[in-house]
């Protein structure tokens, strides 16, 4: 049976694992014990499964340490340097890398920034008094510190977790206006929120179908709030989740 390093705390992880595991001596990486959570108890509870943050030198180790045959990037489209990481660790240890790409959404009627720096300004410029809910992750917030000195009204669905929470209050967002939670949420969820706390604007990444991202979209549209949508990082070449299933399931050892 040939090993193989599967990366990515995110549903296309969890399908893939499941896909792996009695296939493959699979080994997932994830950075985080919410992404870990994502994963089927059987896997998550593994020792086959390693939780905590790796550059690129401790991937390389890991793969010497336990030869992969190859490596299947199924992290989320924003996290750009993790992905570099993986394939810097893949071409100095020599080993096989196939991106996991997930599907594009159409967002029409929607602001665009490219950044969450430029997402923040347009915030500053347009909303600088209403109430704004962000839903790009915990590691961004600290960019809308500039908003939250002049806006009190700004909300944050986040993670759950102490370090994330503490990463929201540094960046100026009241402890009330934290909200927590595993997602993706439905769109009945998104609306109970936005109706909840009046919001006037959304900001989001392009997430794709798997990360809630349509349901987003479509209870903003139903609330009458805005959306501010990051674009996503220039895409990468890869192959598509059903791609990799069938990769998965074709090379049963």
Known sequence: METLFLFGGTSEGHILAETAWKRWKCHVFVATPEGAAVLPNEIAESERTHIGRLDAAQMAEQMRLRKPAFV?????????????????????????????????IAYEGCMVAENAQ???????????????????????????????KHNPEVYARILPGEANEAIALQAGIAQAHILTGLGPFSEEENRKVLREFNISVLVTKESGSRGGFAEKIGAAKKEGADVIVIRRPAQEQGITLEEAVAFLEAGEN
């Open 118 to 148: 430029e997402a923040c300004e347009s915030l500053i410029q347009n909303y600088a008094t209403q109430p704004v809910l962000l839903t790009t992750g915990s590691k961004e917030l600290p960019v809308f510190t500039a908003l939250t």
């Open 72 to 104: 299947l990037d199924a992290t989320h489209p924003y996290a750009v340097e993790v992905s570099a990481n993986i394939q810097t660790a893949c071409a100095a240890e020599q080993i096989k890398y196939l991106r996991v790409l997930r599907e594009s």
